[in-house]
Every structure is written in structure tokens, then in C-alpha cells.
């Protein structure tokens, strides 16, 4: 195996499918067969959700909502998509925990690093919610900084094409494909990948980063052997 430990990123929206708005259980069970066939293979997975499916501070903010109340807001929301997204993989009796960064004791243990680690070692999967806790940032900076905190071998974000292209390949049929990037070429191009704290992060921490498609039933499993599936960043 290439990787023993993974931080898998999921937007919200990928929770929402076709619906566009809150969460489809048809798409949580596949997400959820998905990450349990990684498991199987003794992968430790620990995962931090979005939660673009439900709120998103900036987009309420333009709109004239005090930007840290929205943000905290959009924390919240994660919360939802990460509760759904544990039942959806206990339903599969694959073990987890929810970590949260705001606390919610009825519902989610604290946010404690070593904790975490603790539960990736018994081969419980963790799900990282309500960001990291503090307005103004994202959810993909907070895969950055837990990919990191808990050692993963490599950051995975999933996302609705093939990897990272030169221009939206859902608008421009030209689009170019990369197969691999550095960090410092995202940066420069401003390719949207991810928000310029999250990549700056990653890049001054070497954390690797696959770009791929989470549609493509086998890719999460296909790049912990070690196979080229999407776009590699380092
Ligand atoms: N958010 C935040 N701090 C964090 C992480 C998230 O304030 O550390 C808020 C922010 O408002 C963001 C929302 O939570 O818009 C949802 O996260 P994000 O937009 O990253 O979700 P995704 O695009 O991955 O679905």
C-alpha cells in the first residue's frame, strides 16, 4: 500500500448529488461503500467535511450577514453532514468517531489531536467537523492543517472531475488536464483548487495532495495502491 494513513476532504456538495441542496442517502451509501472498501484494506481514514450542501458563510455574508456569524454558521452545518455521514458508515459497521472543534458533548467528542490519532490506530475512522473552530476559514484548510496534525501520508480531495485542469472543465470542453502540479503553480495561475491558506499550508509543510474524482467507483482505493488516478500535488 502507498499510503497507511489518508486524509479524505469531501465537499458538501458532493453529499447533496443531484439534488444541489442538503443531503441525498442515495449518495451517502455509495460515499459510505466507497470508504469502506479502503478501510477493509487496513487504511486509516480520518475525513473532514464541508458543508457547501448547506451553508456557506461568504455566500451569506455578500449578502449582509455578519461574516464570522455566518461562518460559525457553516461550522455548524458540517456537523450535520458529518452526523449523517457516520450513520451512513456504521450502518456498514465500520467504527467511527466524530471530532468536533466547537463543543458538543451530546453529540461529538472535543477535537483532541492525540485522541484522534488513538482512534486511527484502533481503525476507527474520524470524522473531523465544525472546521477548525475559528471563522474565516474552510473546510479544506482545515484538511490541510488535520492531514498534518494526524500525520497522513497524503491529502485526498474529492471532487466532481478527473483532477485539477487549467480552466473549469465543465464550462470549457479545451480544458487542460494536469497530471501532476506543484504547489507554488497553483498559487501562480490561480487554479481553483483549493483557497490560497489551504495551499499555502500544504506547500510549506510538503503535505502531498491527490486532486481526483470521488464519482469514479474504486478511485480512493486505486490511489492508496499506489496507482495514477487524478492530479498529483506536492
Ligand atoms: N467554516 C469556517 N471555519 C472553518 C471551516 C468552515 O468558518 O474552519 C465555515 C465557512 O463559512 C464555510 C462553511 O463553514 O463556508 C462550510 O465550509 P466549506 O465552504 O469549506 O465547505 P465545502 O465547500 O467543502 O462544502
Do not use: W
Not at 464570522?68 to 454558521?73: G, I, K, R
Not at 471532487?159 to 487542460?176: F, N, W
Amino acid at each position: 500500500m502507498k499510503y497507511q494513513r489518508i486524509l479524505l476532504k469531501l465537499s458538501g456538495e458532493a453529499l447533496a448529488g443531484d439534488k444541489k441542496y442538503g443531503i441525498s442517502t442515495e449518495v451517502l451509501q455509495t460515499i459510505a461503500t466507497e470508504i469502506q472498501e479502503v478501510h477493509k484494506l487496513g487504511v486509516q481514514i480520518g475525513i473532514v467535511i464541508g458543508a457547501g450542501n448547506i451553508f456557506r458563510g461568504v455566500a451569506a455574508s455578500t449578502e449582509g450577514m455578519d461574516r464570522a456569524s455566518s461562518d460559525y454558521m457553516g461550522m455548524l452545518a458540517t456537523c450535520m453532514n458529518a452526523l449523517a455521514l457516520q450513520d451512513a458508515l456504521e450502518k456498514k459497521s465500520v467504527e467511527t468517531r466524530v471530532q468536533s472543534a466547537i463543543k458538543m458533548d451530546q453529540i461529538s467528542e472535543l477535537y483532541i489531536r492525540r485522541k484522534a490519532i488513538r482512534h486511527l490506530e484502533k481503525n476507527r475512522i474520524v470524522i473531523f467537523a465544525a472546521g477548525i473552530g475559528s471563522p474565516y476559514f474552510t473546510t479544506d484548510t482545515t484538511a490541510a492543517l488535520r492531514a498534518m496534525e494526524i500525520g497522513a501520508d497524503v491529502l485526498l480531495k474529492a471532487t466532481r472531475v478527473k483532477g485539477v485542469y487549467d480552466k473549469d472543465p465543465e464550462k470549457h470542453a479545451d480544458a487542460k488536464f494536469y497530471e501532476h502540479l506543484d504547489y507554488i503553480n497553483i498559487l501562480n495561475q490561480g487554479l481553483k483548487v483549493m483557497d490560497s491558506t489551504a495551499v499555502s499550508l500544504s506547500m510549506d509543510h510538503k503535505l502531498p495532495m491527490v486532486v481526483f474524482n470521488l464519482h469514479e467507483t474504486g478511485n480512493i482505493s486505486k490511489i492508496v495502491h499506489g496507482e495514477k488516478v487524478g492530479t498529483h500535488i506536492s
